[in-house]
């Protein structure tokens, strides 16, 4: 299973996470819309979407890399570690496959871009974290929303 982390919305992570209680995570960037519906969809046609919906954010970068990750990459059965500075860590257990909410999350803007996942009250998403050196695999932005950390075997489950 891939263990992946999350920082959950930048300026008010505790409203973010009580969501995420409610049976799902999710990324921003509403705006570029479904991505089941981009036809040539990958990391780069996410970020470049991201640039033209958003020209005033530099993070198009992180946003396509990020959303492709929680769109083809996360799997049924992944965790991912909800951190920010701000807030309890947590670990969440990704369930189903991606979905898009037309309707925004009202206090958080366009974080549309959603996976349902479940609590694990029995994780230690710190643990987690200092288990794979308390930073992303090689490739990924530690600034990023969405990055892999890295797998867990089955002698370390």
Known sequence: MAVWRLIP???????AVSHFRTGFIALGWGLIGDLRSIAACGASDIGALARRRYPDLDNDASAGRSLWALYRELQAGDLV????????????????????VEQPLSELG?????????????????????????R????????????????LDSENP
């Open 9 to 15: 919305h930048h300026q008010e992570p505790q409203r």
């Open 81 to 100: 570690l909800i951190r920010h500075p701000k807030i309890r860590s947590r670990v969440m257990k990704v369930t189903g496959e991606y979905f898009y």
């Open 110 to 134: 366009d974080y549309q871009h959603q996976r349902p996942a479940v609590l694990v009250p029995d994780r230690d998403a710190d643990s987690l974290w200092d288990h794979f050196g308390a």
């Open 136 to 151: 992303p695999e090689r490739g990924w932005g530690i600034r990023w929303p969405l990055v892999k950390c890295g797998q």
